[in-house]
Each structure stands twice: as C-alpha cells, then as structure tokens.
C-alpha cells in the first residue's frame, strides 16, 4: 500500500533552516511527484510547492521561491523540503503527498502524516 | 499569479441536504482539484481535473466546471462530511466551512 512518512517535529530559532523529509513506499517513486502544503494554526491550506520524482522540474509558489528548496533522492524514495530563513509565522504543520510527475497540484492523492514546525525564539 | 477564490465562506446545512460549493479562478486554468479536510487530520482528495473522482471517493461528490469556474457538490450530506473544503490550482482557495444546521 501507498506511504508516505514524515520525519519528526522540529523546533527551530528565527533565522534558522529546517528540512524535513517524506519516505515513499508501497509505488515506484520516480513515476510520481511530491507535492509540500503547510497549515499555520488556525489558518488555510498553503500550497508550497511541487517537485518531479521522474526529471526533478520543481515548480515553488511565488510566496516561497526565495527561501524553499525541494528535492528528491530516488536511491531510497524520499523527497525533502528545506526552508530557511525561518520566520515565526513559518510554524506550521508540513505535509508532503504524492502527485503527478509531470503536472505541478494536478492530484495529491497520498499524504504523509504531516511534520510540526514550531519557530520561536 | 493565478488567486482561487471559494464560496461561500461558510455553509450550514442539514444531514440529507445538497451543498453546492464554488472555487472562482481569477484566470483560466487547465486543471482543478478538491480537498476535504477533518481537524487533526491530513487533506483528502475528492476530485481531480475538475470532475474526475479520486479512487474510495463516494459517488454523492461530484466536480464540475471549466475555466474559471468550478463547483463541488455534494448531493446528500452525511455526518462525516461537515469539514472544510479546499479547491487547488498551484494555489489553495480560502475554504469553504461545511457546518451543520
């Protein structure tokens, strides 16, 4: 069956970076993408962005093009989200979820089980 | 870049009762998708390209639409359904509030 798993909460300074990494199993890796959402408390679904498990294209929304970066390593079907700059209004829930290879947010049908990430001072 | 805008922003019906919800593109676009979320819960996929229903989906959600205007409905409503909706191209709509009457 489709998984996907999330490393675990983190608590982070003001300044500081995070990354956060999502373990695929039960489908072949590379014929899919991995889409990353957030959800600050209290707060909307924010998409962040997409990347290509087949050709590594990654597309990021405008919000989050400056401080983003998302990869993928096909060797042990895991993609990763590092933020940096981490501001206090980048606590939030991270999510990944599987989706098209070739189509950024066409379906996310599998979703991890989401990531805390708290920044405070 | 392109902003989804949903209506209403909250909805109160009863159980039995059809929900219509809207997700308004400020520009055209190609392809749609529905989320439901539950609190303390991950996103589940409804709909995808518009109308077509993700794979466990019960057959009472249906999407519709083209271009920049796109409706979830729900023709019969379920206790389990009153969550929040999210429509998604690229960008996430603000949600819809499904509450009960």
């Known amino acids: 069956q489709v998984q996907l798993v999330q490393s675990g909460a983190e608590m982070k300074k003001p300044g500081a970076s995070v990354k956060v990494s999502c373990k695929a199993s039960?489908?072949?890796?590379?014929?899919?993408?991995i889409t990353w959402v957030r959800q600050a408390p209290g707060q909307g679904l924010q998409w962040v962005g997409w990347?290509?498990?087949?050709?590594?294209?990654?597309k990021y929304a405008q919000k989050f093009q400056d401080r983003v970066t998302m990869t993928t390593d096909i060797s042990t079907s895991t993609a990763y989200m590092e933020v940096r700059s981490l501001r206090s209004d980048d606590t939030a829930v991270y999510y990944c979820?599987?989706?098209?290879?070739?189509?950024?947010?066409?379906?996310?049908?599998?979703w991890g089980q989401g990531t805390q990430v708290s920044v405070s001072s | 870049e392109i902003v989804l805008t949903q209506s209403p922003a909250t909805l109160s019906l009863s159980p039995g009762e059809r929900a219509t919800l809207s997700c308004r593109a400020s520009q055209s676009v190609d392809y749609l998708s529905w989320y439901q979320v539950r609190p303390g819960q991950a996103p589940r996929l409804l709909i995808y390209a518009a109308s077509r229903r993700a794979t466990g989906i019960p057959a009472r959600f249906s999407g519709s639409g083209s271009g920049t205007d796109f409706t979830l409905t729900i023709s019969s409503l379920e206790p389990e359904d009153f969550a929040v909706y999210y429509c998604l191209h690229r960008r996430f709509g603000q949600g819809t509030r499904l509450e009960i009457k």
């Open positions: 039960g489908y072949t890796f590379s014929d899919y993408g």
């Open positions: 990347i290509s498990a087949s050709n590594g294209v990654r």
């Open positions: 979820a599987r989706d098209d290879r070739y189509s950024a947010a066409w379906f996310a049908d599998y």
